[in-house]
């Protein structure tokens, strides 16, 4: 196969292979996903706060949406620890909220509304609150 063939032909199903096997924005409810973050992500964007945390690995959390009624995010490994990245910040801080944010982090009481923001019942749209920081785990080397 020549190159000119080769980059005809292979190079767009590559493409398109990514592409497609990249996660959708939305949930199968329409709703945006939770925004989660891993070691990539943070040696990409922000290195400055991965140089903070030598002897720790980031992983993505697992995230679930159960009936589109609730956000399940949890660190499947063993000795993880949740923590959120916060928008606008340079720094990465662990959840000491043990009440509402333990490992696996349950956010109940969702709809998923007609214009496509998360609203919990009880407290309305938390779409803002959700948006302000991704969730990632953090595990020791």
């Known amino acids: 196969m020549s190159r000119f063939t080769l980059l005809l032909v292979v190079a767009p199903m590559v493409i398109l292979a990514a592409a497609v096997c990249k996660e959708p924005p939305f949930t199968e409810c329409g709703c945006p996903r939770r925004g989660t973050f891993d070691q990539a992500y943070l040696e990409s964007d922000y290195p400055q706060i991965i140089s903070k945390y030598p002897g720790f690995s980031f992983y993505a959390p697992t995230v679930t949406y159960p009936n589109c009624s609730a956000i399940l995010t949890e660190c ?43 609203v919990q019942m009880g407290v309305g749209s938390i779409q803002a609150t959700l948006n302000s920081y991704k969730l990632g785990c953090k595990k020791a080397n």
């Open 76 to 118: 499947y490994q063993e000795n993880s620890v949740m923590v959120a990245l916060i928008n606008g910040t340079t720094d990465i801080t662990t959840i000491v909220d043990y009440v509402t944010m333990i490992n696996p982090y349950n956010v109940p009481y969702l709809i998923c509304n007609s214009i496509h923001e998360w």
